[in-house]
């Protein structure tokens, strides 16, 4: 029987008896669903073009045969599609797929059929692009199934898996999903009836190497069909090295068992033939006295490679765990750098760095602090050079304490800065190259009036008048409640002032115009106690008035008299009660000097009608004090000019030291700043003055509390710590990108700069780092020369850290791995130990084939390569040879050539050598006429 009779029915007879004998059920159910297709898309066009041009012109009758027409068509196209699918060699999903398409195009259809035609090209709601959307994305799915087919869904050829019957489905063994299967072939012999066969199947051999093209995997089947049947197994009676040279002319051996099997191989590949031999040579003469390696607690390895020498420590796994920074030109180089490794290591602190450390150095004569990030980037130097290492210990720890309220300013750019000075409070205003332009008041000590004042030169100083007084001036100022004014020195001493408002400066100036009048003309009053005065009003009244020797008034008249006899006899009353008073007419202006009830002395001058024309500004600890201050006004006032001072102004002056000087003059009398140094002349001094005004309008003002940052532009925008004094503590070494790296850059240091680790390298210290691919650390010195690093990074710092403390147990007491001419190591690679040989030189020159899971194992192969190695004899076999290998706990063959590489080895691993060689045997025999079937 054949597999297409496997179906059964008329449509399977039809296909056998006029096209031919099928491969499967869906090929015949594909030829006959192309057919159907075919015939009704075919049916519907013909209606459409017979039917409808002579149908009545009944509307209801040409709607009808149109639908009918449409239909037919519509649905002949995609089942013909379907057919096509079903003929070519796909799988099921590429079939599921297509019906679903079928699905979608017959749900356009039966749309197409409720729409029209009264919804339909037009008509209605006009549902016309929806249902041929619908319709256009079944038809794709099939249409794409078809042209997709090569790339996505489909196998050419017979060993394309169908997955819908089952009939052509290629046993998995053959395309390398299992080792073990059954075929059932279904054959005819000539003239006979079909028939079938079950064939058991088994995997015997697969390539060592993929091709990298189907023409090539082919040509290496036919090399392989033309060398199995002339190759041979290697059949030794004793242990043997075989040499090989490639295609390329390079040399290596193996050493075989008796068996057949691989024991060792060379650790090197070489140029020549005589390389190889006296690598050969050395394994059999050196390898059976040849010592094992061994480690207890951690050693030392110096070794080769190429014309370099290094050297790595080890622990009792033979893992490394400290290496060399470096390169040696020869091995004394790299045995010296060892032995620096092995006195400092011991007491090497470990430096954890994050995100900044101090390290206290000397220099020269010196001690110094710097600042370092977690790379150990050097980020600042203490500027200052320090007698010991306590005091720089304690000047980094002072520094340090303070950044967190450190203000950062920008060098170049003018502002005040206010800083406590000596216990007080001043400030200073700088310019664009920094130089101090002007300072405050030496007297004002307190903060909160020293930024103030600052506030004010800042708010004042741009449209402030610049003027000199001449012994002494009259200014004319604004107060809460009017104008007011004063007569004041040229240091500044105020002799005389009235305090009371006057609405307008002209009235100030009047009444400033009436002190000089009236002080020329006033008399002096004077009196130890209370005095009665007699006076007569601007109205022309007359009054009287009792005061005290302060010039308190004690009781007045309370009214006013038509004549002086009359003021005088009701003054007489009270003057019986106060008997020692004096009596005191005033007629004109008059001066009066009087002690207070603290006991100290003033004077004022009161106009003819009594009232207080001006006030000494001062009292005097004595009476002639309060005198002279008077006679100062009477001298001086004549001549003394009237200006008005409105927010600020500049005074030129000169000091003891004849040198022009200014001061900046609030209106309130208070002195804002100062110049900080004098001048030769007068000009120079206003020149300063002219310079100050645009540097202090609006400048910004900050606080520098203990030190502050100060940030260069012209730098790279490198920054210096400085102090109140501006004293540069710490120099900065670290450049920016920009303004808002350096920024963060600073946030960063005032927010975590304060719990920065001091440390000092005395010897060496061990630095500890995170770097891109985990942690890391290093054996440095103070100059930071690197003596030895890690072998390996660590993904958290718990496990650097141990590797640290066991290096620092082990190195001082590791001994050096060292042997005179060869000797055996141990390695652990992928959770099995191998041995290798080495050279003098620690190159390796044999290695073992075989990996074992203890060390044990490993150990005991070495004593039986040992024992072969003194009776190994040397073969060169020129044609391919099966050899046999033990892997994974068992035994597997391999065909190689000449050249020794291997052509093709077992599809499995066999319990022992007798099934491994059987299986051999098998494909010996049956390979070279075995057939080519190429899945894909």
């Not at 679903?100 to 692009?129: E, K, M, S």
């Not at 305090?499 to 100036?509: C, I, K, N």
């Not at 005065?533 to 005061?547: E, F, K």
């Not at 010996?924 to 894909?936: R, W």
Request: contains cysteine.
């Amino acid at each position: 029987m054949s597999r297409a009779n496997a179906g059964s029915g008329l449509m399977f007879s039809l296909y056998e008896q006029y096209i031919g004998e099928p491969k499967s059920n869906k090929q015949v159910y594909g030829y006959w669903l192309f057919l159907v297709g075919c015939v009704i898309g075919f049916a519907g066009v013909l209606l459409f073009v017979t039917m409808i041009p002579s149908s009545a012109t009944d509307g209801i009758e040409v709607s009808v045969t149109a639908r009918l027409a449409y239909t037919l068509a519509g649905a002949g196209l995609p089942i013909a599609i379907v057919g096509i699918v079903l003929l070519l060699p796909v799988r099921e999903r590429a079939i599921n797929a297509t019906l679903g398409g079928l699905a979608v195009t017959g749900i356009g259809i039966l749309g197409f059929n409720i729409a029209y035609p009264d919804n339909w090209a037009g008509y209605g709601q006009d549902y016309t692009i929806p249902v041929v959307a619908v319709y256009a994305v079944g038809l794709a799915v099939i249409a794409g199934v078809v042209v997709l087919v090569p790339f996505l869904t489909g196998k050419e050829g017979m060993l394309v898996e169908d997955e819908v019957r089952g009939l052509d489905a290629h046993p998995p063994v053959l395309v390398g999903q299992k080792n073990h299967g059954t075929l059932f072939s279904v054959f005819r012999r000539p003239g006979e009836e079909w028939t079938w066969r079950a064939v058991q199947q088994s995997a015997i051999a697969a390539s060592v190497e993929a091709a990298n093209s189907r023409t090539a995997a082919k040509d290496a089947v036919a090399d392989l069909k033309s060398k199995v049947s002339n190759a041979r197994l290697l059949e030794i009676t004793t242990a043997a090295f075989r040499l090989y040279e490639d295609e390329q002319g390079v040399w290596r051996w193996v050493l075989l068992r008796d068996d057949g099997s691989v024991a060792a191989e060379s650790g090197q590949r070489y140029d020549s033939r005589d390389a190889t031999e006296d690598s050969v040579s050395f394994t059999k003469d050196q390898g059976p006295a040849a010592p094992v390696l061994d480690i207890d607690g951690a050693a030392f390895d110096v070794y080769r490679e190429g014309d370099n020498w290094y050297w790595r420590l080890l622990d009792e796994d033979r893992s490394v765990i400290a290496k060399g920074p470096e390169t040696y030109d020869d091995e004394p180089s790299a045995d010296d750098a060892v032995d620096d490794v092995v006195d400092r290591i011991g007491d090497a602190r470990v430096l954890a760095v994050d995100p900044f450390g101090v390290e206290l150095y000397e220099d020269g004569d010196g001690w110094r602090w710097r600042l370092l990030d977690a790379d150990d980037d050097e980020i600042a130097v203490s500027e200052p050079t320090f007698e010991s290492r306590r005091q720089a210990e304690a000047d980094a720890d002072d520094v340090l304490g303070h950044v967190a309220d450190a203000t950062v300013v920008e060098r170049g750019r003018a502002g005040y800065e206010v800083y406590e000075d000596d216990g007080g409070w001043r400030w200073r205003l700088l310019d664009t190259d920094d130089g101090v332009v002007a300072e405050s008041n030496p007297e004002a000590t307190d903060r909160s009036a020293v930024q103030t004042d600052a506030r004010r030169m800042a708010a004042t100083a741009e449209d402030a008048e610049t003027f000199e007084v001449d012994d002494a001036d009259y200014e004319i100022y604004p107060g809460s409640d009017g104008w007011h004014w004063r007569f004041v020195t040229e240091d500044r001493r105020v002799i005389a002032d009235r305090t009371g408002g006057y609405e307008t400066p002209e009235d100030a100036s009047e009444a400033i115009e009436r002190v000089r009048e009236q002080a020329q003309e006033a008399d002096l009053l004077e009196f130890e106690t209370a005095a009665f005065q007699q006076y007569q009003t601007v109205a022309g009244d007359w009054r009287w008035r009792l005061i005290d020797e302060g010039g308190a008034v004690l009781a007045d008249s309370g009214e006013a008299y038509d004549s002086k006899d009359d003021a005088g006899s009701a003054m007489a009353t009270l003057k019986e009660k106060a008997p020692d008073a004096d009596l005191l007419e005033i007629e004109t202006a008059a001066f009066e000097l009087f002690e207070d009830d603290g006991g100290d002395w003033g004077w004022r001058l009161i106009d003819e009608g009594g009232r207080l024309v001006a006030d000494g500004a001062d009292r005097h600890a004595t009476k002639q004090g309060a005198r002279e201050a008077m006679d100062f006004l009477v001298d001086h006032s004549p001549d003394a000019d009237i200006r008005s001072v409105e927010g600020a102004a500049f005074q030129l002056y000169t000091d003891d030291a004849d040198d022009w000087r200014w001061r900046c003059i609030h209106e309130t009398n208070d002195v804002l700043a100062v110049a900080p140094d004098g001048h030769a002349t007068r000009d120079e001094a206003s020149t300063s003055v002219d310079e100050v005004r645009p540097t202090a309008d609006s400048a910004d003002i900050d606080v520098i509390e203990d030190v502050a940052f100060e940030v260069d532009p012209d730098r790279g925008r490198r920054w210096d710590l400085i102090d109140r004094h501006r004293e540069t503590l710490v120099e900065g070494r670290e450049q920016y990108e920009d303004a808002e790296a350096a920024r963060q850059a600073i946030e960063q240091l005032r927010s975590e700069g304060g719990d920065a680790t001091i440390f000092a390298i005395d010897e060496a210290a061990i630095r500890l780092s995170d770097m891109a691919d985990g942690w890391r650390w290093e054996l440095i010195d103070r100059d930071r020369t690197v003596y030895a690093r890690s072998a390996d990074s660590y993904d958290v710092r718990a496990r650097a850290a141990s590797v640290i403390d066991e290096v620092r147990s082990l190195a001082p007491e590791a001994g050096e791995l060292d042997f005179e001419t060869a000797g055996f190591e141990l390695v652990r690679e992928d959770g099995q130990w191998y041995w290798q040989l080495l050279d003098a030189d620690e190159t390796v020159v044999a290695g073992g084939s075989t990996g074992y899971e203890d060390r044990g194992g490993a150990v005991d192969a070495i004593d039986q390569i040992r024992e072969m190695l003194g009776t190994a004899s040397v073969l060169e076999i020129d044609d391919p040879t099966f050899e046999v290998h033990q892997r994974d706990g068992g035994w597997i063959w391999r065909l190689v050539d000449e050249h020794g590489d291997a052509l093709a080895e077992s599809a499995e691993t066999y319990p022992t050598r007798s099934d491994a060689r059987e299986r051999m045997n098998t494909l010996k025999e049956h390979a070279p006429e075995g057939a080519l079937s190429v899945a894909g």
